[in-house]
C-alpha cells in the first residue's frame, strides 16, 4: 500500500500562512512555531524512542486513500461525529460517560464554544417570531405543525433559562476516534460504537471521505473542520455542557489497593486499599451469596493479595477449610485444624497478650494496667455457654472462682506483671484437664465439669492437651470445619479467640481478620453472648488499623438471632459490602438494606461465578474477579480441573 506524508496539501497552506505570519510580525504562540517549523525543537534531552508531541501532532506516514479510514503509522484510525439533531432533548449528570467509557480503542474529542449572549438572543427572538408567524399559516393536521411548536417551545425555554438563571449558550461538538491494528477489528469497533449511541439515545454519523479532516480536527489544536463542525453542531446551555463533562467515569483505582478485577461497565481494574481511612469510613468488608457463587475463592485472592503486600492476615474456616491449605503452604503460612482428631489446636486458655490497652501505642500514651486474666476469663465463659445455654448465674460464679484458681497454681493473678517470666516470655499456662480437675473437686461444681470431660477423656481429648505452636506467622489459617456439628459454634469460637489475640497484640500493624460463613456465628444457632462478642470485635479492629472480611450464604439464618440485631449491626459496621450471585428471595432481604434498585437486585440474580456488585455507599459497581494462574491452581475445587491436574502429573 502506498503511504504518503502528512506534508499534505491543507498543512502546506498552513505552513505558508504561517510564515507569511511570522514574516509581518504577528505573534505566534510556541505550540505553533514548534509545530510549523518556526522553532527547532531540541531534542538532546529526549530519550531515543520517546513519543514527542511532534509524534501526535505530525505522524511519519498517513495513508488517506481509504474512503472509511486513514492509517497513521500503521495504526488504522476511523471516526464519527455526533450530529447536531442526534442528542437527547433531556439528559442527565455525566450523559457522555458511555462514550468515555466505551472501551479499548475508542477516545473522545469533546469542545464547546461559547457564544455571545446578546446576539444569540436576538437571533432567539427572531426565529421564534418567524415560527409563530408561520404557525398561524399551518393547519394542526399538517406533519411540520408539530415540528413549528417543538421549536417555539424550544425558542422559549432558551430566553427563559438565559435570562432569569443566567445560563450561557454554547455550540457543542463531539467527535469520536476508534483506532485498530487492522481494518476487520476496526470495523467491528465502529459498528460497536454506533450501536452503543443508539443505546443512549444519540446518532453517530461515520465521517466517509472526511477520515483525513477529522484526524486534524481531534488534534489538541482547537481547530475544528468547517465541514464538520457544521453537522456535528448542537446548541447547549452551561446546566447541559456541565452535566456532559468527559472525565467523570466509572474507576476504582486507590494508589496502594489490592487488584479485585474488572469493572464489569468498562474493564477497567479495580484496585481497592480497604486501609485508606481518608477515603473509606472503615476497611470492613462484607461478602454475600448463594453456594456457589465463588465467596470462598474470593475471600482467598484477596487474603493472598494483601499478605503480599506485608499485612497479617488471620482466616477462620468453618467450612470447607480444606479449601484454604494450598494456598497457605505456597505463601509459606501456618495451617491448624481445630476438630477432635488434630493434634495441632492452640492452646484455648493461653494467654497471648501483656496488655489489654492495645490503643496506648498508637497514641504514645502510657499502657494501662487493666487485668488481662480478668479479659481471659469472661471469654472462657462465653466459650463455656456455648456448650451449655441454660447456664445459671450461681453456675457462672462457680466458673469464675474454678477459673481464678486455675490460673493461680500456675502462678497467674490479676496483675499483669505474672503473666511474663523474667525475660519477657509467657509463663507455662494452664490446659483444660487442669480446669477439670478443679471442676471436679467440688461436689457443686462437678455437673460443670461434665461438659469439658469430651476434651479430657473423650473424643476431643486431643484438644485439651498441651501445644507448644508458634503462632508468629503473618498468614494463618483456623480450620474448624473438621469439627462435629454440637462442636462446631465451640470451636469457631475458639478460632475467633484465638486471631483477636493475635490481632490485639499486633502493635498497630496492618491487618485483616477474614471468616467464612459468619451466619455461623451470628445466626440463628448462635447465642447472644457469642454474637455480641464477635460484632464488637468487627466494630473495633478498625481503631488498630485492622480490617474485618466476613461472608454468609444464608441471608435468613444470618438475621434469625434477636431480629437480627447482631447480622445487621455487622452489615452497618461493614462500609464495604460485595453482593455476589443470590436467589430472587435472597436478593430481596438486602435490597432495603443496601439501598438496591430493581435493576441491581436482577442482576445479582443473573450474575456468574465470580462476579459481583460492588457496594459502598451509594456507589454501586459490577466487578468480574480475576486470578492469576498460580492463585487458580492453588484455589480452585472444580473437579474438572482437578482431574486434568492429576493426569497431566500422572
Not at 482428631?341 to 501505642?361: E, V
Amino acid at each position: 500500500m502506498k503511504q504518503k506524508t502528512t506534508k499534505h496539501a491543507s498543512q502546506k497552506k498552513k505552513r505558508r500562512i504561517s510564515t507569511e505570519d511570522a514574516a509581518s510580525g504577528r505573534n505566534q504562540s510556541p505550540l505553533k512555531r514548534l509545530l510549523f517549523g518556526e522553532e527547532k525543537p531540541d531534542f538532546t534531552e529526549l530519550e531515543v524512542g520517546s513519543t514527542t508531541i511532534l509524534d501526535i501532532l505530525s505522524p511519519t506516514t498517513v495513508d488517506t486513500k481509504s474512503r472509511d479510514h486513514i492509517v497513521v503509522d500503521g495504526v488504522y484510525h476511523a471516526y464519527l461525529y455526533v450530529t447536531g439533531y442526534g442528542y437527547s432533548t433531556t439528559v442527565g449528570s455525566c450523559w457522555l460517560s458511555p462514550l468515555v467509557e466505551a472501551g479499548e480503542g475508542v477516545s473522545l474529542s469533546f469542545s464547546v464554544q461559547r457564544q455571545n449572549k446578546d446576539k444569540i438572543l436576538s437571533k432567539i427572538a427572531q426565529t421564534t417570531m418567524v415560527n409563530r408567524s408561520r404557525m398561524r399559516d399551518v393547519g394542526d393536521t399538517r406533519q411540520d405543525y408539530e415540528e413549528l411548536e417543538s421549536a417555539i417551545n424550544s425558542g422559549l425555554y432558551l430566553k427563559e433559562a438565559m435570562n432569569r438563571d443566567g445560563e450561557d449558550f454554547y455550540y457543542m461538538h463531539t467527535l469520536i476516534e476508534v483506532t485498530a491494528p487492522d481494518a476487520e477489528t476496526l470495523e467491528q469497533r465502529v459498528t460497536a460504537v454506533e450501536k452503543l449511541c443508539v443505546s443512549v439515545d444519540m446518532i453517530a454519523r461515520r465521517c466517509d471521505y472526511q477520515n483525513e479532516q477529522a484526524f486534524l480536527s481531534s488534534l489538541p489544536l482547537l481547530s475544528l473542520d468547517a465541514d464538520i463542525e457544521r453537522k456535528s453542531r448542537r446548541n447547549a446551555l452551561t446546566s447541559g455542557v456541565a452535566a456532559a463533562f468527559p472525565l467523570a467515569s466509572y474507576e476504582l483505582s486507590d494508589r496502594n489497593g489490592v487488584f479485585l478485577g474488572l469493572n464489569m461497565y468498562n474493564r477497567s481494574p479495580v484496585f481497592l486499599d480497604i486501609y485508606d481511612d481518608y477515603k473509606y469510613t472503615n476497611g470492613n468488608i462484607w461478602i454475600g451469596g448463594s453456594s456457589g457463587a465463588g465467596k470462598t475463592f474470593t475471600l482467598q485472592c484477596i487474603g493472598g493479595r494483601l499478605r503480599q503486600q506485608g499485612k497479617q492476615v488471620i482466616f477462620i474456616a468453618p467450612k470447607k477449610g480444606h479449601e484454604f491449605r494450598p494456598l497457605c503452604e505456597m505463601l509459606g503460612g501456618l495451617y491448624l485444624r481445630l476438630s477432635p482428631s488434630s493434634k495441632d489446636c492452640p492452646n484455648l486458655m493461653a494467654i497471648r497478650r501483656k496488655s489489654l490497652d492495645a490503643y496506648s501505642g498508637l497514641r504514645g500514651l502510657a499502657a494501662r494496667d487493666d487485668s488481662v486474666l480478668a479479659d481471659k476469663i469472661s471469654r472462657l465463659i462465653i466459650w463455656y455457654s456455648l456448650h451449655k445455654k441454660d447456664l445459671s448465674e450461681e453456675d457462672r460464679n462457680y466458673l469464675d472462682s474454678s477459673l481464678v484458681e486455675c490460673y493461680r497454681r500456675y502462678g497467674i493473678t490479676f496483675d499483669n506483671a505474672t503473666i511474663t517470666n523474667e525475660d519477657g516470655s509467657f509463663k507455662k499456662m494452664p490446659i483444660l484437664c487442669d480446669w477439670y480437675d478443679i471442676l471436679s473437686e467440688k461436689a457443686e461444681t462437678k455437673h460443670l465439669a461434665v461438659v469439658l470431660a469430651r476434651y479430657v477423656t473423650g473424643s476431643a481429648a486431643a484438644m485439651g492437651q498441651r501445644n507448644d505452636i508458634n503462632l508468629n506467622n503473618k498468614y494463618i489459617v483456623l480450620d474448624t470445619s473438621g469439627m462435629p456439628d454440637d462442636l462446631l459454634l465451640p470451636g469457631i469460637f475458639w478460632a475467633t479467640d484465638v486471631a483477636n489475640d493475635l490481632i490485639m497484640d499486633a502493635g498497630g500493624d496492618l491487618s485483616a481478620l477474614i471468616a467464612d460463613e459468619l451466619w455461623s456465628l451470628v445466626g440463628a444457632n448462635s447465642n447472644p453472648i457469642a454474637a455480641g462478642f464477635i460484632q464488637e470485635m468487627v466494630k473495633t479492629i478498625r481503631g488498630l488499623g485492622g480490617a474485618a472480611i466476613t461472608s454468609t450464604q444464608g441471608m435468613q439464618d444470618l438475621f434469625g438471632l434477636d431480629g437480627g440485631k447482631y447480622g445487621k449491626g455487622i452489615l452497618d459496621s461493614s462500609r464495604i459490602k460485595l453482593v455476589m450471585q443470590m436467589e430472587d428471595q435472597e436478593a430481596r432481604l438486602i435490597q432495603g438494606v443496601l439501598n438496591l434498585s430493581e435493576d441491581e437486585v436482577r442482576q445479582i440474580t443473573r450474575f456468574r461465578r465470580g462476579e459481583g456488585l460492588l457496594c459502598i455507599g451509594y456507589n454501586h459497581v459490577p466487578i468480574a474477579f480475576h486470578a492469576t494462574s498460580k492463585e487458580y491452581d492453588a484455589i480452585t475445587t472444580s473437579p474438572t480441573d482437578l482431574r486434568a491436574r492429576q493426569e497431566a502429573d500422572g
